[in-house]
């Protein structure tokens, strides 16, 4: 597989599982001071910039945007906001109603009271609009307790009204017709780039809405074999450092 060489303007990049090998897993820092070098280059117009997109909260995306000098907007609780970092402007998605938010506070009622002692977890905080549940066990227990903790929440969320993926540490629960593919067409409406001008970089199935609609995707080694099956390029390398191999390569195309 190789990356597409037509034209790039934006490369937009999951978080965990990307530039972060997970939730409780320490950072490797020698990767990420080179994708900082590169932003730093994007801000003098010699290199593609590149953006965050992740189910986490405003706080997480902007520690993680201010690491690596990222100041264009990026897409924040699966496509419910942008947050501009240069602004610092939150942004909400249009089709986001006050219903929406209300209908998701009862959701959370629900599951606390059904879904706790089948599948002990805990809800992730600082979250506007989204759902986000992370089972109680230890990093590397996460992956099975993920996918026992996503079916019983499939049994409680009414797919007319809310959309649930999961990542590699959590459950995530988003109003219908908010994804990370919607987040991307918001954030080309608000930048004024085309989709077909990204590049998209994820690795769990939570991330195809977005991979799918890029103009290019990629993925780093670590991806789940799904990503890997559909993107248009897989790094030898995982996590941070696939992300650079990937970055790399497409500045150098």
């Known amino acids: 597989m190789t990356l597409n060489k037509n034209k790039i303007s934006l490369i937009v990049c999951d978080i965990e599982g990307c530039i972060s090998p997970g939730k409780g897993r320490p950072l490797d820092l020698a990767p990420l001071a080179q994708i900082e070098k590169h932003n730093q280059l994007a801000q003098k117009g010699e290199a593609i910039p590149l953006v965050l997109c992740s189910g986490r909260p405003q706080a997480f995306i902007e520690a993680f945007a201010q690491m690596l000098a990222v100041t264009l907007p990026c897409i924040c609780e699966n496509g419910a906001f942008l947050y501009d970092m240069g602004k610092d402007k939150f942004i909400r998605h249009p089709h986001i109603t006050n219903e929406h938010i209300q209908n998701l506070k009862k959701l959370k009622n629900l599951l606390e009271c059904e879904v706790q002692s089948k599948v002990p977890h805990k809800i992730e905080p600082g979250k506007e609009i989204c759902l986000s549940l992370n089972p109680i066990t230890e990093p590397k227990y996460y992956s099975p307790k993920i996918k026992e903790l996503f079916e019983q929440v499939s049994r409680y969320v009414d797919p007319d009204l809310f959309f649930i993926t999961h990542s590699a540490s959590a459950v995530d629960i988003t109003p219908k017709g908010i994804d990370k593919a919607a987040g991307l067409h918001f954030l080309s409406e608000i930048m004024d780039i085309p989709i077909k001008e990204m590049l998209g970089i994820g690795d769990t199935a939570g991330d195809l809405p977005f991979l799918r609609i890029a103009g290019c995707s990629a993925a780093p080694s670590n991806a789940t074999e799904v990503v890997c099956r ?22 150098n195309s």
């Open 230 to 251: 559909e993107v248009n390029y897989v790094s030898s390398q995982p996590h941070a450092y696939g992300v650079f191999d990937i970055i790399s390569k497409i500045n």
